[in-house]
Structures are given as structure tokens and as C-alpha cells.
T-cell receptor, first 111, second 116 residues
Framework: KQEVTQIPAALSVPEGENLVLNCSFT??????LQWFRQDPGKGLTSLLL?????REQTSGRLNASLDKSSGRSTLYIAASQPGDSATYLC??????????FGDGTTLTVKP | NAGVTQTPKFQVLKTGQSMTLQCAQD?????MSWYRQDPGMGLRLIHY???????DQGEVPNGYNVSRSTTEDFPLRLLSAAPSQTSVYFC???????????????FGSGTQLSVL
């Protein structure tokens, strides 16, 4: 059974700092991995999707990497802003169409 | 283009009552799914569908029924509500057949359900 772990559970940083969020998974037979953002009381918004054959994806200040063999992904946020405060979740997708989510990392960026 | 629309946003039920959570998408997505989100347990897949007329069970299907008569709609039915079903429910959709394509998942805004 696929298990997804995100460390740390919570992170607080000052504005402007670069930071890394971690995601690990137990079964490397994945189809892709997605990083999501969730604001309080809201649904999830997909930030980046990395295919199993890819090593990284970039969107603006966000960069996600994938090391399938070691079962790890990182989300790098450059020059963090208070508006980045949210919960970030990763999800791994098997070729059976089922996504397994981590519990998320709650990020607080202080002005 | 409304995306994924869930109704209602909030619902309170008594134990034993039944109800249907509605989910509709206007993006012509083949894949639709239902998740529940509970503190400390992340999002767990309840049921999913890879196209009209096709549904399958996820990780936690007991107590829930689904059907997919149209591409647009994927309702989730609670047959006899129990306090353990108190949760936030999310509907999600994507192009293609879920894991068989590299397409992003789009989520609705959720339904907060309390079962007393």
C-alpha cells in the first residue's frame, strides 16, 4: 500500500526566505506526482505536476523535483511572501487512477 | 467556465439519515472522484469514475454509493449517515482517465458534513 509522508508538518519563516518542503513515498511505481496548495476552508489547487519520467518542473517561484528511485520529492519556494501561507500537499498517482495524498505541510510566512 | 461545483457547502444530518452530495464539472473531464479529508488522515479516496457508466471503489468506499450517468455529474450518496462520516468531502476531476494521463486534478470547494 502506498504511503505518503510530508515533513515538516508545519513551518514558519520570515518573508523573503527560500524554503523547501519534503514529500516521501513508499512505492516508487508511480505515474506522476502533484503538488497542491490548500487555503483554509477551500479546495485544493494544483501547483505542479511531475511525470514519472521527469526530474523537475518549474512555475514562477516554485520548483518541484522528483527522485522516483529514492521515493522523494521536494517543493522549493523562492523568496517567500505572506501570500504563500497555506497548506501544501503532495499526491502520488498510480497507473490505476488512484491518488494517495500526504497530510500536508502548513506554511506560515511572516511579514 | 465554473470548474468543479459542489453543493451543498454545509450540511448537518442526524444519524441514519440519507443524503446526496452533488458534484458537477463543465470541463468535459472524463475522470471524476470523491475524497474525504479528516485531520491527521489526509485526503482519502472514496470512489472514482473514469467515464460515464463506469465507477470503482477507492480506499474508503463503505457507506457510500456513486453513479455516473453523465460526463458532467458525479453524485455521492450517503445511505445511512453515521457520526464517523463527519468530514469535509471534496470532488475532483481531470482530463483523461485519471492515472493513465498526466493531467492535473481540479478540485471543488468542498462540503462540510456533520453527522450528529
Amino acid at each position: 500500500k502506498q504511503e505518503v509522508t510530508q515533513i515538516p508538518a508545519a513551518l514558519s519563516v520570515p518573508e523573503g526566505e527560500n524554503l523547501v518542503l519534503n514529500c516521501s513515498f513508499t512505492d516508487s511505481a508511480i505515474y506522476n506526482l502533484q503538488w497542491f496548495r490548500q487555503d483554509p476552508g477551500k479546495g485544493l489547487t494544483s501547483l505542479l505536476l511531475i511525470q514519472s519520467s521527469q526530474r523537475e518542473q518549474t512555475s514562477g517561484r516554485l520548483n518541484a523535483s522528483l527522485d522516483k528511485s529514492s521515493g522523494r520529492s521536494t517543493l522549493y519556494i523562492a523568496a517567500s511572501q505572506p501570500g504563500d501561507s497555506a497548506t501544501y500537499l503532495c499526491a502520488v498517482n498510480t497507473n490505476a487512477g488512484k491518488s494517495t495524498f500526504g497530510d500536508g505541510t502548513t506554511l506560515t510566512v511572516k511579514p | 467556465n465554473a470548474g468543479v461545483t459542489q453543493t451543498p457547502k454545509f450540511q448537518v444530518l442526524k444519524t441514519g439519515q440519507s443524503m446526496t452530495l452533488q458534484c458537477a464539472q463543465d470541463m468535459n473531464h472524463e475522470y471524476m472522484s470523491w475524497y474525504r479529508q479528516d485531520p491527521g488522515m489526509g485526503l482519502r479516496l472514496i470512489h472514482y469514475s473514469v467515464g460515464a457508466g463506469i465507477t470503482d471503489q477507492g480506499e474508503v468506499p463503505n457507506g457510500y454509493n456513486v453513479s455516473r450517468s453523465t460526463t458532467e455529474d458525479f453524485p455521492l450518496r450517503l445511505l445511512s449517515a453515521a457520526p464517523s462520516q463527519t468530514s469535509v468531502y471534496f470532488c475532483a476531476s481531470s482530463y483523461g482517465q485519471g492515472g493513465y494521463t498526466n493531467e492535473k486534478l481540479f478540485f471543488g470547494s468542498g462540503t462540510q458534513l456533520s453527522v450528529l
